[in-house]
């Protein structure tokens, strides 16, 4: 049962102020960012991911060893050299009794036929190219992912800010809300609503700093960082955001500008070679051999038996073309046109993820509008009247709170969207896959937080604000 009069103790507070006691251990696991630790800006985040990430850089490496494919396989096979004695009698090994013994030495080269080694170049060229676009393209999505992440640590920062802050405006609600309680202005139920308004903020702040960990946790490993290192975020940022270009124009400049489509076309390129090479397998290649033999000894006259050269040419005989050849040129069509349907299936990805992205953008910035202009500012004045009406009996506490607490929802909305719409940009930029420029638009500074002033009284009780020394540390900071 409660104790009414004033003077009794209050053990609802008493177990509130325990229940803050026992979460101060659980905050004390959040690391702190060192004082003084400089700030990552976002250019800096996507500068050192390009520069360490281990995946871009596994591409690299094998665009590189793609890039040394194009000249080997233009390049003459290897010539073979024969060393070897022929007509050796058997009984009586002998390099001067027999006249038909020979020594010989010689070469063997495969040159194949006119128009296949430029062929093998250009379908390894095309495959090099290829695999160069696709570094590419690992850059546009990698610098996508990083200032995803960024901004989204970003906003968990600024979420984090407002709902320490939202708990300083908290705590002096429990104190009006205690204060009224005692002189019999007020009522107990407004002294529970106002610490269970505040129980649900640290709650609210347990959660984004989990998710700040796991958010920085990528971060780093995109960075190529260690992945417990702590990141301190900037203070302020450009907020500022511009109109979206037209669709049709940006899918026009992806055309020629997006590295996913320049690689798809590359296959085609080399399917295309690799087929016209397929029509030309039936060809013969021209195997030419080379022999000088030195034939030892003397003949019945006397004489040095004289010496013999050899000169042999060898072509295959396409005597399966039905089983090979054709069925080979078959498989290339199929390629060619595989690869042709794929860059026709890749053009309407990028138009459909270029038309989705605008449009994201667009809601995103023209949400960021409503909010930055009219919303926020609408809801900080509710909160500011209803803190006075209910300072002289005209507002409900529980309608007061409820205000409160819907400010607070609006300005982490606010940060969440505009890091939504931010991101929605940079994705948009990488599905052009060139830098577009953004007519920025400036906007209004947010409202300052509303603190409500406080009654004049003999005696106030602390209010709930242990938690607090507790929160201030961490790298989101104060604002």
């Known amino acids: 049962m ?55 850089l596994a591409r690299e490496a094998a665009a590189g060893a793609m890039a040394e494919v194009p000249s080997r396989a233009g390049a003459l096979p290897d010539p073979m050299l024969m060393l070897g004695v022929m007509s050796v009698p058997a009984d009586n090994p002998s390099l001067t009794r027999e006249s038909m013994t020979q020594v010989g030495i010689g070469f063997t080269q495969m040159l194949p036929f006119p128009g296949k080694r430029g062929l093998m170049r250009q379908a390894a060229g095309a495959g090099a190219l290829a695999a160069g676009e696709g570094v590419a393209e690992a850059r546009l999505e990698l610098i996508a992912r990083v200032q995803q992440a960024w901004w989204r640590l970003l906003s968990l920062d600024r979420g984090l800010d407002i709902v320490r802050q939202t708990q300083v405006l908290m705590g002096q609600f429990v104190d009006i809300a205690q204060t009224r309680y005692k002189v019999g202005k007020g009522l107990q139920q407004d002294v529970l609503l106002a610490q269970v308004e505040y129980s649900k903020l640290i709650d609210a702040e347990l959660g984004l700093e ?15 960082r260690p992945v417990e290192q702590l990141l301190q975020m900037p203070q302020t940022v450009d907020e500022q955001l511009g109109r979206t270009p037209v669709p049709a124009w940006l899918m026009a400049l992806a055309e020629s500008a997006r590295p996913r489509l320049a690689e798809t076309r590359q296959r085609v390129g080399a399917a295309q070679a690799m087929l016209a090479l397929a029509r030309r397998d039936h060809l013969p290649d021209i195997t030419v051999s080379g022999t000088y033999e030195w034939r030892p000894g003397v003949d019945a006259t ?40 794929e860059l026709e299936a890749a053009r309407l990805e990028v138009q459909n993820e270029i038309n989705r992205l605008a449009a994201e953008y667009d809601t995103g910035r023209r949400q960021v509008e ?14 500011a009247s209803m803190a006075s009406g209910y300072q002289v009996n005209k507002v409900d506490f529980l309608n007061l709170v409820g ?4 400010l607070l929802e609006y300005q982490i909305r606010y940060w969440n969207i505009l890091a939504d719409t931010r991101v929605a940009w940079v994705k948009l930029n990488s599905a052009v896959g060139a830098e577009v420029g953004m007519g920025v638009q400036e906007f209004p500074a947010l409202p300052a937080p509303f603190v409500p002033a406080m009654p004049v009284r003999p005696e106030s009780p602390a209010p709930p604000s242990g938690a607090e020394s507790n929160h201030h540390n961490h790298p989101g900071g104060e604002q």
């Not at 989990?210 to 958010?215: A, L, S, Y």
């Not at 909010?371 to 926020?376: A, F, P, S, V």
């Not at 205000?403 to 819907?406: E, L, P, W």
Request: glycine letters at 8%; aromatic letters at 4%; a positive charge.
């Open 370 to 383: 409503l909010l930055r202009g009219g919303i926020i500012p609408q809801a900080a004045q509710t909160v």
């Open 210 to 224: 989990r998710d700040r960990i796991g958010v920085q946790s990528e971060l780093n490993a995109l960075m190529g």
């Open 302 to 341: 006397g004489m040095d038996r004289p010496d013999s050269v050899s000169l042999t040419l060898g072509v295959p005989l396409p005597v399966h073309y039905g089983a090979r050849q054709r069925r080979l040129v078959s498989e290339r069509r199929h390629e060619l046109d595989a690869a042709t349907r």
């Open 403 to 406: 205000a409160q607490v819907t």
């Open 2 to 56: 409660h104790c009414l009069p004033p003077t009794c103790p209050r053990p609802p507070v008493g177990r509130f102020l325990v229940l803050l006691l026992a979460l101060a251990p659980v905050w004390c696991l959040f690391p702190v960012a060192p004082a003084g630790a400089a700030a990552l800006d976002v250019e800096t985040a996507v500068a050192e991911a390009l520069a360490h990430n281990p995946g871009l």
